[in-house]
């Protein structure tokens, strides 16, 4: 059937804002703010001893890079070995590139029950569980986690909820689809930290589309009053979510709403290709802050800030606003 040339210049023009918008997710878009102050690669517990928690829905690839692929596959854990920026040979070249951290290596555990062993692991501690977005390869994943805890001296354990993401531009579909398969895997993992009782709060970050997979897992737990308890704080960053769906959502998760923190921003420019996708419904990252105040989460508007042209990671190339994901956690830590 041939196309009219309406539809194939609207076509043409969606297909121009995803090339400047999708890859936003990605850390490696990133532009870290030239006003940062630099961290001590010990200030967090995470750059004195640099193994990360891994808990994914991702397809194990054994020993070879990049160790977990963009397939869909069972619930796995495994210990992931980083290089903070400028620590030994291989964190030196990531940190002249990119000022990322490194991946040298994973450990995968051998355990027939692999939530359980990933709240093992984190005995003792508070966590950080961060969820990554859109357009994501585990090892950039990975990288944004040690920047994050890094950046905010967590000194709990790190851990990383890591979907199949297709770590590509036009695989938007899929991941988001991916995002909702891996629901049951992260309400999984929720209830094996809520399990141990000498684990401590649990702050969960969760960055654009990991922000629906998050609220759908919440949703699912929202008559576990024991894992309601037991988080410490939820931040939603740049939420790539229906603003409808999120109200809805939201509405239903009773007195978590109040430990929700949701860094927003307008000029948001992937999530502005993201509502264009969605048929021109808003996304609840560049919505009304008032309509999201409604719902008694907290609301950080970001417009103004940081360097980044996509603005849609600012939570982790400026510094202020990773300082708002810090205010949060210490507000938790009293919940």
Same mark, same amino acid.
């Given at each position: 059937?041939?196309?009219?040339?309406?539809?194939?210049?609207?076509?043409?023009?969606?297909?121009?804002?995803?090339? =400047?918008?999708?890859?936003?997710?990605?850390?490696?878009?990133?532009?870290?703010?030239?006003?940062?102050?630099?961290?001590?690669?010990?200030?967090?517990?995470?750059?004195?001893?640099?193994?990360?928690?891994?808990?994914?829905?991702?397809?194990?690839?054994?020993?070879?890079?990049?160790?977990?692929?963009?397939?869909?596959?069972?619930?796995?854990?495994?210990?992931?070995?980083?290089?903070?920026?400028?620590?030994?040979?291989?964190?030196?070249?990531?940190?002249?590139?990119?000022?990322?951290?490194?991946?040298?290596?994973?450990?995968?555990?051998?355990?027939?029950?692999?939530?359980?062993?990933?709240?093992?692991?984190?005995?003792?501690?508070?966590?950080?569980?961060?969820?990554?977005?859109?357009?994501?390869?585990?090892?950039?994943?990975?990288?944004?986690?040690?920047?994050?805890?890094?950046?905010?001296?967590?000194?709990?354990?790190?851990?990383?909820?890591?979907?199949?993401?297709?770590?590509?531009?036009?695989?938007?579909?899929?991941?988001?689809?991916?995002?909702?398969?891996?629901?049951?895997?992260?309400?999984?993992?929720?209830?094996?930290?809520?399990?141990?009782?000498?684990?401590?709060?649990?702050?969960?970050?969760?960055?654009?589309?990991?922000?629906?997979?998050?609220?759908?897992?919440?949703?699912?737990?929202?008559?576990?009053?024991? =894992?309601?308890?037991?988080?410490?704080?939820?931040?939603?960053?740049?939420?790539?979510?229906?603003?409808?769906?999120?109200?809805?959502?939201?509405?239903?998760?009773?007195?978590?709403?109040?430990?929700?923190?949701?860094?927003?921003?307008?000029?948001?420019?992937?999530?502005?290709?993201?509502?264009?996708?969605?048929?021109?419904?808003?996304?609840?990252?560049?919505?009304?802050?008032?309509?999201?105040?409604?719902?008694?989460?907290?609301?950080?508007?970001?417009?103004?800030?940081?360097?980044?042209?996509?603005?849609?990671?600012?939570?982790?190339?400026?510094?202020?606003?990773?300082?708002? =994901?810090?205010?949060?956690?210490?507000?938790?830590?009293?919940?």
């Amino acid at each position: 059937m041939p196309v009219s040339r309406h539809a194939l210049s609207r076509r043409l023009a969606i297909t121009g804002l995803l090339s =400047v918008g999708l890859s936003a997710c990605a850390q490696s878009e990133a532009t870290v703010s030239p006003f940062a102050e630099p961290t001590r690669a010990d200030a967090s517990a995470l750059g004195k001893e640099p193994e990360l928690l891994v808990v994914t829905t991702r397809r194990s690839l054994g020993a070879r890079q990049p160790y977990f692929g963009s397939d869909r596959g069972s619930l796995t854990f495994a210990e992931v070995r980083l290089s903070p920026p400028g620590r030994g040979i291989s964190g030196q070249i990531s940190s002249v590139v990119s000022g990322d951290w490194a991946v040298l290596g994973v450990d995968a555990a051998d355990s027939s029950d692999p939530a359980r062993a990933f709240a093992q692991a984190a005995t003792g501690r508070d966590v950080l569980l961060y969820v990554h977005g859109f357009n994501e390869t585990f090892e950039s994943a990975a990288r944004s986690a040690g920047q994050l805890s890094h950046s905010l001296e967590f000194q709990g354990r790190t851990a990383i909820f890591t979907w199949p993401s297709g770590g590509k531009l036009f695989d938007y579909a899929y991941d988001r689809e991916s995002a909702l398969w891996s629901r049951d895997g992260f309400v999984r993992a929720l209830q094996a930290l809520v399990s141990n009782p000498t684990v401590g709060r649990i702050h969960i970050v969760a960055h654009s589309m990991g922000s629906f997979l998050t609220l759908e897992g919440l949703r699912e737990l929202r008559d576990s009053a024991e =894992v309601y308890a037991r988080i410490g704080s939820v931040v939603f960053a740049s939420p790539d979510v229906d603003i409808d769906a999120f109200e809805q959502t939201v509405s239903r998760l009773g007195p978590l709403a109040r430990r929700m923190t949701v860094i927003i921003d307008p000029g948001d420019r992937a999530l502005a290709v993201s509502a264009r996708i969605a048929g021109g419904v808003a996304r609840a990252g560049a919505a009304d802050r008032a309509r999201l105040e409604a719902l008694g989460v907290r609301v950080a508007d970001t417009s103004g800030r940081g360097w980044s042209m996509l603005r849609h990671d600012l939570f982790l190339s400026d510094s202020e606003v990773t300082q708002v =994901v810090r205010r949060a956690m210490d507000r938790g830590k009293g919940a």
